[in-house]
């Protein structure tokens, strides 16, 4: 192999295939919690009752807390590796190589499956590792890209690793 087309390899491998945040629905949890607590802080205040601002404060410490998590895990797919970063920092909290990646599932639940919205748990092939992507929007479709991209990578492993004779 020449450099050139070693170069070009390595540029292909790293190039950007898909990346996403958990979707804002992931959280709508934090947003039930954060309207009850308003709807609290509106009838103290209706009632003319003490302490009703720091119930507001409160649903907007929720609010604050549910977009400050949505940040906080970046999902990248690559020609060569799944991770997941950290949104602020950057730094890579877990990868998995793709030629690594055995099985990929979907977990949703009712209300997940409501906003469309699931969690891929990618399996290695080597070791016992688990990568949870939470929060994926459309989740099937994303786990078949994961899925054809490991396919490519595997694929491509093999044949430049002839079997020996």
Same mark, same amino acid.
């Given at each position: ?25 992931? &959280? $709508? ?15 103290? &205040?209706? &009632? ?7 119930? +507001? ?5 929720? %609010? ?28 890579e909290i877990q990868s998995i190589p793709?030629?690594?990646? $055995?099985? %990929?599932?979907?977990q949703q639940g009712i209300v997940a499956?409501?906003?469309? %919205?699931?969690?891929?748990? +990618?399996? $290695? ?20 890209? +994961? ?12 044949? $430049? ?5």
């Open positions: 192999m020449t450099m050139l087309h070693l170069a070009e390899k390595t540029e292909q491998d790293h190039r950007m295939l898909w990346e996403a945040y958990p979707a804002w629905a992931q &959280f $709508s949890w934090l947003y039930l919690l954060s309207a009850v607590t308003a709807l609290r802080g509106v009838l103290l &205040f209706r &009632f003319g009752v003490d302490g009703w601002e720091m119930w +507001i404060v409160g649903a907007g410490l929720l %609010i604050a807390c549910a977009v400050t998590l949505r940040r906080w895990a970046h999902y990248e797919l690559t020609g060569d590796e799944l991770t997941v970063r950290n949104g602020y920092t950057g730094r793709l030629h690594d990646v $055995s099985d %990929i599932t979907v499956e409501y906003f469309g %919205i699931g969690t891929l748990v +990618i399996r $290695s092939r080597t070791t016992d590792r688990l990568l949870f992507l939470r929060g994926v929007v459309d989740p099937e479709a994303t786990r078949l890209r +994961i899925q054809a991209s490991a396919w490519r990578s595997h694929r491509t492993a093999a044949n $430049s690793h002839p079997a020996p004779t």
